[in-house]
């Protein structure tokens, strides 16, 4: 079935004119556009909600397309026959989604508990209209229905919520295979001080946190009750990315080292200006220094990369 | 006109990242590779590098939606496709007879198609525009499908059979789609294979699938079921089949009950 435009109205007027009455058309065609029976199953088969409330009320329907009459009747015939196994079909796909968000935010999971997440997600689900897409990724989703969360939650689990969130939105990063293709991958040796340039990994993200709340996401890792006695408020900047080599997503602490490193490099610099700076501005020796960029370079912070 | 690939691949499993390292250490047992087409577009991690250049792969795509009637394939999605189909090592690369795409909004399920001459010929019309740009053999596989779309005027397997008639491509067939259908449908699998145009059937699934409230669901998540490896022997002994692809999808836990398997199927098809 197409979407089809069909012209319902030209309208002729008869324009009084001193020089007699000619007919011309007017510019007001109305134009009507149907919706298709797979537009409109394919609303419903994302949404098990608006299935259920359709089998109630199939005038919802009416209110939500614009069906022709022949596909309003087969639509109804459908619905009459086999709404069980749309209904079905909508929940099993509902249901591998809820998985796939599991397996999206280990934190959230082990803090929020199922039980409580699994309530959040029902109405999360309710929250969605009749006509709204569904976001294209088990991580995009991960990202949405966090956001759903975090208006729901304290200041706590608002963190906990962020640093999930923070990880999602990186695993859709792309890197480019001719940009991967040219990282080097063994330690830089004196020889490749004027040969070689760095880059900044692009998918790096810094958020700032306290203390406390990564002192948290450990002890959920422990199992450690999780308690809040002695809190250290004291902020951390941590970086997030995505590690070409691995697909995986990690952080690091950004001490004080690798800020002023970052600043230096500004996405992209030379391999012998960021050694010469760093001798320069911290009287590290040659050694120090390209111990400190192999060690980023191992970790994949940065690349580098044969000019 | 359609030509089958010559040579017998063997036996494999599909990709998937939580088993890649048990996968790289036991290549010598696993005969091919099928790989999401999509993940292969960006993923750019060693592991998966050395898999796609030590073993024999197949590409399986997921997001292609043949069956949108009012859209066509996107530009860059092509591009991605001609070079990654394009490796040395690539045999074949397939897509499923569904929808997955409408009004730019991804469903993240298969629905099926509805079954009538206007959406196979547009099915048919996409497929000869995928084949236009890329050599490699294309297949298209069967779904598991819980309901008919609305306004179908013919059944699955005639719907199939047209499709791949003018498109002039090749069938995956999924036996274990095709013995969930028959059970939640009702019909005969032996007389759907009888039926079907057997010399256009290149590769075949498997994989497990379970019962949840009543209703027989692809669940990828348990070993094949006897039934389904019967319904293999059948197939086995009317045709030549280029290559067997268990999937499994979840409980990844146990990798030797796969490989299990696999050596299992190794006998059904040799």
């Given at each position: 079935m197409k979407t089809c435009y069909v012209i319902t109205l030209a309208v002729l007027e008869r324009r009084n004119n001193p020089g007699g009455g000619v007919f011309r058309v007017i510019n007001k065609y109305m134009i009507t556009k149907y919706d298709t029976l797979q537009q409109v199953v394919s609303c419903l088969l994302i949404h098990s909600t608006w299935i259920k409330k359709i089998i109630a009320n199939f005038d919802l329907i009416e209110r939500n397309f614009n069906l022709r009459d022949t596909d309003k009747i087969a639509l109804r015939e459908f619905f009459k026959i086999d709404h069980e196994k749309l209904l079905i079909h909508a929940q099993l796909s509902e249901e591998k989604r809820w998985r796939e968000f599991l397996t999206t935010s280990h934190y959230v999971k082990l803090f929020f508990g199922i039980d409580k997440l699994k309530r959040y997600w029902t109405e999360y689900l309710t929250s969605f209209h009749f006509k709204e897409g569904i976001p294209s990724t088990p991580f995009n989703e991960a990202v949405c229905f966090l956001e759903f969360m975090e208006k729901k939650s304290n200041a706590l689990e608002k963190k906990i919520i962020e640093y999930e969130i923070t990880k999602n939105r990186l695993v859709g990063f792309n890197f480019y295979h001719d940009q991967i293709s040219s990282i080097k991958r063994y330690k830089i040796a004196m020889e490749d001080v004027f040969s070689h340039e760095l880059f900044l990994n692009p998918s790096l993200v810094i958020k700032k946190f306290k203390l406390h709340t990564l002192q948290l996401l450990k002890n959920i890792d422990l199992s450690i009750a999780q308690s809040l006695e002695g809190k250290n408020d004291n902020n951390i900047y941590l970086g997030f990315y995505k590690n070409c080599r691995t697909g995986s997503i990690k952080t690091i602490a950004i001490n004080k080292h690798i800020l002023k490193l970052l600043i230096y490099m500004k996405n992209k610099q030379q391999l012998y200006v960021i050694l010469q700076l760093l001798e320069d501005n911290k009287k590290w020796s040659f050694q120090k220094g390209t111990d400190f960029i192999n060690y980023l370079h191992q970790e994949n912070v940065i690349f580098i990369v044969k000019k | 006109m359609f030509i089958k690939p010559n040579d017998y691949v063997g036996v494999g499993i599909n990709y998937r990242s939580e088993i890649v390292d048990d996968i790289i250490k036991n290549m010598h047992r696993i005969d091919f590779i099928e790989i999401n087409t999509e993940k292969l577009f960006y993923d750019t991690s060693d592991k998966l590098q050395t898999i796609t250049t030590r073993l024999p792969i197949v590409l399986h795509g997921l997001t292609l939606s043949l069956g949108s009637v009012a859209e066509t394939i996107n530009e860059s999605y092509l591009d991605n496709l001609s070079k990654v189909v394009g490796k040395e090592n690539c045999l074949w690369y397939s897509d499923h007879?569904?929808?997955?795409?409408?009004n730019n909004v991804d469903l993240r399920t298969l629905m099926p198609s509805t079954f009538t001459q206007e959406v196979a010929a547009t099915m048919a019309n996409k497929v000869k525009q995928l084949m236009k740009i890329n050599t490699k053999p294309f297949l298209l596989e069967n779904i598991t499908y819980y309901f008919s779309m609305p306004d179908s005027q013919c059944s699955e397997l005639e719907f199939i059979a047209h499709i791949v008639e003018m498109a002039d491509c090749g069938i995956l067939l999924d036996i274990n789609n095709l013995y969930i259908n028959s059970i939640n449908h009702q019909y005969d699998p032996y007389n759907f294979i009888d039926r079907l145009?057997?010399?256009?059937?290149?590769e075949v699934h498997l994989a497990g699938c379970d019962y949840i409230n009543n209703v027989l669901v692809?669940?990828?998540?348990s070993r094949t079921k006897n039934e389904v490896l019967h319904l293999l022997q059948y197939l086995r002994k009317k045709i030549k089949i280029h290559g067997v692809i268990i999937e499994r999808d979840d409980r990844l836990d146990n990798f030797n009950e796969l490989m299990d398997e696999v050596a299992l199927v190794k006998e059904i098809v040799q």
């Open positions: - | 007879i569904a929808t997955t795409r409408i145009p057997l010399d256009r059937v290149v692809d669940t990828h998540a």
